[in-house]
């Protein structure tokens, strides 16, 4: 299902997958804003009709993404008191393909991928 104000395109559902009775295993909902861009993303894991993913995007003024910010409700009483993780990235925006790059992730402001492996590692490139 489509959502439009006038011929702007403000959002989309995505229904995937039916149980045998015919109910949604999983529904997502896209929001745009009005640079066309998406803007969130609402899932429902679990297909009660209530959110349990959302993840919002952060555009730089050429429109490229530079963060994702995901938040979980673990509790089922929606997203107000979770705490949302933010990715930012680090864009080449002049590399040779002529479209934007990203050099490097950063997840709640340390370096991403280090992070996540090695915890007590501050290096950004570990050794393979």
């Not at 999983?26 to 609402?42: A, K, P, V």
């Not at 530079?66 to 509790?75: A, E, G, H, K, Y």
């Not at 393909?97 to 997840?107: D, I, Y």
Request: proline content about 4%; glycine content about 12%.
């Amino acid at each position: 299902m489509y959502e439009y104000d006038g011929t702007q395109q403000t959002g989309k559902t995505v229904h995937e997958g039916l149980d045998d009775t015919g109910d949604v295993l999983e529904e997502t909902t896209y929001g745009y804003n009005l640079q066309g861009r998406m803007s969130q993303t609402l899932i429902d894991e679990d297909g009660n009709g209530v959110a349990d993913k959302k993840l919002d995007y952060g555009y730089d003024s050429d429109g490229v993404r530079v963060s994702q910010t995901v938040t979980t409700d673990t509790n089922g009483n929606g997203f107000d008191d979770e705490t949302p993780v933010e990715t930012k990235y680090l864009n080449d925006k002049h590399n040779a393909t002529g479209f934007s790059q990203v050099l490097e992730e950063w997840l709640d402001g340390c370096p991403g991928p280090a992070n996540l492996e090695n915890p007590d590692d501050g290096e950004t490139n570990p050794e393979e």
